[in-house]
């Protein structure tokens, strides 16, 4: 069971990127996927989520009309598509999954969280 997340990198404020959460060993389909985020010397915050059976999202107020976050379940994939950026979205994004039937109640908080990807950073800088 792994998640892989990737994408990451450094970008120019108002620039764009997607990151990629890519499941092997087990099937997206009846799990809830969720986006984290590490600033340094922050805690760890979510960023948004997906159930993934019926595609219902949710986003923090922080990134709404920015990031959107998708699912390929064909290539049991999910994708954070972040746009606008600015430097306060530097931190290490990581994606994580959840079997729980009230994991996307709590998606925002990581203990709901069954599974982890190694995070991606991504580094917002002119």
């Known amino acids: 069971v792994q998640l892989q997340a990737s994408g990451g990198g450094l970008v120019q404020p108002g620039g764009s990127l997607r990151l990629s959460c890519a499941a092997s060993g087990f099937t997206l389909d009846y799990y809830v996927v969720a986006w984290f985020r590490q600033a340094p010397g922050k805690e760890r915050e979510g960023v948004s989520c997906i159930r993934s059976s019926d595609g219902t999202i949710k986003y923090v107020d922080s990134v709404k009309g920015r990031f959107t976050i998708s699912r390929d379940n064909a290539n049991n994939t999910v994708y954070l598509q972040l746009n606008s950026l600015k430097p306060e979205d530097t931190a290490v994004y990581y994606c994580?999954?959840?079997?729980?039937?009230?994991?996307?109640?709590?998606?925002?908080?990581?203990?709901?969280?069954?599974?982890w990807g190694k995070g991606t950073l991504v580094t917002v800088s002119s």
């Open positions: 994580a999954a959840s079997q729980r039937t009230y994991g996307f109640m709590f998606c925002r908080f990581d203990h709901v969280m069954d599974y």
